[in-house]
């Protein structure tokens, strides 16, 4: 497998980036092939190494032996391998130039945010107890866009933004949310500074789906308005989302 590179994007939070789900299944896909332990097997004096990847080479050991007989045989994080014989002597192959990208590797780094175990004799690397931050989360739970755009289907891709930021005096127009996951909220904001011919219907990208309103309030055409959404259900075929409304404005006085 060659290996696979994490997506980081061009700057910080910039949703360009892989989601945290899809760094790790590459990371976790390099570690298994990094640290995949080749075999060793012995035969009629022939050494085979079987590597992380299936293939196999072998050697052969008839040159290196007298009257005595190999007892045992261990490899090392280089890819040297030591052979004790009988009479306790012992010599040592170097397998360094069959192991290419599978290379056994000793140590590890967990790095910020990681933590990584070995007292399994395998290596699992996971995620620390509040390793990940800001800074580490997709940008479907920390961006936010503007759009001007004020009728039409407006779509809202809740896998690339948290807050969606409408700057027009928007008219009629339908908010389509599109992409959005169970458990995520996402905040709808008119701040257009004339919405009274404001006609908005909210839709989504789900084949069957409900969309419910929390609470008695409406839109409010003379301000400013927040629509927050939950999705309580991402199953395709009978999605559940909702939604409240309120006015907000500048106050720093609760």
């Known amino acids: 497998m060659a290996q696979q590179t994490i997506g980081i994007g061009t ?4 949703g360009t980036g892989d989601p945290i789900r899809s760094a790790f299944d ?42 005595t007989a190999i007892v045992s045989a261990s490899i090392d994080g280089a890819g040297i391998v030591t052979f004790t014989n009988s009479d306790t002597s012992t010599f040592t192959l170097d397998l360094s130039s069959l192991l290419d990208d599978t290379n056994l590797i000793t140590s590890v780094d967990g790095g910020t945010g990681l933590e990584v175990d070995t007292t399994t004799g395998d290596v699992t690397v996971s995620i620390s107890d509040d390793g990940v931050d800001h800074t580490q989360l997709a940008a479907r739970y920390t961006a936010i866009q503007d759009i001007s755009t004020t009728s039409g289907t407006i779509n809202l891709d809740a896998s690339s933004y948290a807050a969606f930021n409408l700057t027009g005096n928007v008219a009629t127009a339908t908010l389509n949310v599109q992409n959005i996951k169970t458990g995520q909220v996402i905040d709808i904001l008119l701040s257009g500074i004339d919405l ?24 409010d055409t003379s301000g400013t308005n927040m629509i927050p959404i939950v999705c ?23």
């Open 26 to 67: 590459k990371s976790n896909d390099n570690f298994t092939e990094l640290y995949g332990k080749p075999d060793l097997s012995l035969a009629t004096n022939t050494l085979t190494l079987t590597k992380a990847d299936g293939t196999t080479d072998t050697v052969d050991l008839a040159p290196y032996l007298d009257d």
């Open 196 to 219: 009274s011919s404001a006609v908005i219907t909210l839709s989504d990208d789900f084949t069957t789906s409900a969309i419910n309103k929390v609470g008695s309030t409406d839109l």
């Open 11 to 14: 700057t910080a939070n910039d």
């Open 232 to 254: 309580i259900d991402d199953t395709d075929s009978d999605a559940i989302l909702n939604y409240a409304i309120a006015t907000y404005t500048s106050d720093t006085t609760p």
